[in-house]
């Protein structure tokens, strides 16, 4: 299912980015009274009332010729067309200035919702000066203090209300795959030579891709496949080009579109710090995930290279080592047959069910070889185990006491599930729960 997109809007220090952090729930970007310090935009997660949805903080708008405003105006009109619903952020303490009137202007152009939210309303009686407001023609005002709290609620009571209606994604037996990694790691020369047609401009300048394309095709065996394909992302800190830096987010949206992940390595450039943090999205995400190394037909082999890859990959990758490896080439189509099997696989893995009374088999097993742990005299206790969902398959520990489940022996109960049932590529969540 995808999940909506909440951009945040407005002139440089009207308070957008201290907004985003209360909706975000976290200090996520940074907070400083000093014009122009969210020069790029940043993305979260929210949720209120039960609804999920992406917000992105963006850079202020201006109609001055300021360092970085063209740059900062570019990734704003991108957030804007993105976005689902926009928040438009003005200053109570200011009132309307060429600024406003000049975002409002763009905002005229996007037949999206926006909300008007007038920031800095820091005691009632500044309720009386908000009224100006009007004239910019955007509807009802929010007037709220966001350093605060005050009137938030309202805000994102508003935000759920304009959000478009959740749709599932698209049929159940379609499997929906991502290609995610750096760019120029041969994501989109992967999916050509997948396809076996030039679908994606293939260009050796990395972040040619910018956007998010979805392919279907259906393998020999009749099964559906959506390939969604995404620009390459990179490091935040590193990248100064405004439309690759907003490939990140189109990634994210793609990962949670997706059933199984694709993380693609470049074999000529070695692993990368960021491709952890990368691969990390999709893990936290509780995707299906192969790990892919591209370009291997460029290296020099003997009869180690793909050993001391594999024993590599395994170390700086040490949270997927559910996930299966495979040495590919795009431009030679070197093992790419094997890879719609192994999506396939995958899937099934994240569908799983294991019946409670196997499972329960399993765990007794466990505790029998390794029993449970003790702290301060008391033993931990396990009752009972029960699968509560799949995509990733989620399964419920009843226990005692739950901070008598030390990560340790959680981790060793799911290294006995994962023994005893097959899931290859997928990773899964156990939950320690006290019995009520």
Do not use: C
């Not at 951009?7 to 940074?30: D, W």
């Not at 999920?52 to 109609?63: A, K, L, N, P, Y």
């Not at 037949?111 to 910019?136: A, G, H, Q, T």
């Not at 009571?157 to 795959?177: G, K, Y």
């Amino acid at each position: 299912m995808s999940v909506a997109t909440v951009a945040i809007v407005g002139r440089p220090n009207v308070g957008k980015s201290t907004l985003f952090n209360r909706m975000a729930g976290e200090r996520i970007s940074i907070v400083e009274d000093v014009e122009g310090v969210t020069r790029d935009r940043i993305y979260a997660q929210a949720k209120w009332l039960n609804r999920s949805f992406s917000i992105i903080d963006t850079g202020g708008i201006d109609d001055v010729d300021a360092p970085f405003m063209e740059q900062i105006k570019h990734q704003a009109e991108i957030a804007m067309n993105e976005a689902d619903v926009i928040v438009f952020v003005v200053s109570g303490k200011e009132g309307i200035t060429n600024a406003d009137e000049y975002v409002a202007k763009m905002l005229y152009k996007t037949e999206k919702p926006v909300i008007l939210v007038v920031n800095k309303v820091d005691n009632p009686e500044m309720r009386n000066d908000i009224y100006d407001f009007y004239s910019l023609g955007l509807g009802e005002l929010f007037p709220v203090s966001s350093v605060h709290g005050i009137g938030t609620g309202d805000v994102l009571d508003a935000i759920v209300e304009n959000l478009p209606a959740e749709n599932a994604e698209e049929e159940s037996d379609v499997i929906r795959f991502s290609l995610i990694g750096r760019p120029n790691v041969g994501k989109s020369s992967l999916i050509n030579a997948i396809l076996g047609e030039d679908r994606v401009i293939a260009s050796p300048v990395a972040g040619t891709t910018r956007d998010a394309i979805d392919t279907h095709f259906v393998d020999d065996q009749g099964q559906e496949y959506t390939m969604i394909d995404t620009a390459g992302m990179r490091k935040s800190g590193k990248v100064y080009e405004n439309t690759e830096k907003y490939s990140v987010m189109r990634a994210m949206r793609a990962i949670d579109r997706s059933d199984v992940v694709l993380m693609v390595l470049n074999a000529e450039e070695g692993i990368r710090e960021y491709d952890k943090r990368i691969a990390g999205f999709a893990h936290d995400a509780g995707k299906g995930i192969i790990i892919v190394v591209n370009k291997w037909d460029t290296l020099e082999k003997d009869n180690h290279t793909m050993k001391n890859w594999k024993e590599d990959i395994r170390d700086q990758f040490q949270y997927l080592a559910y996930a299966p490896i495979i040495f590919v080439s795009a431009l030679t189509k070197q093992r790419l047959h094997k890879l719609p099997d192994m999506i396939k696989e995958i899937s099934q893995n994240q569908n799983l069910r294991i019946p409670s009374a196997v499972l329960n088999d399993v765990i007794m097993d466990a505790i029998a070889v390794n029993p449970t742990p003790t702290d301060k005299g008391k033993r931990l206790k396990i009752f009972y185990a029960t699968q509560v969902a799949v995509k990733p398959p989620t399964f419920v520990i009843f226990v005692n006491e739950e901070e008598l489940m030390h990560f340790s022996y959680m981790r060793f109960l799911e290294n006995q599930i994962r023994k005893a049932f097959v899931f290859e590529g997928t990773p899964i969540h156990l939950i320690a729960r006290k019995r009520k």
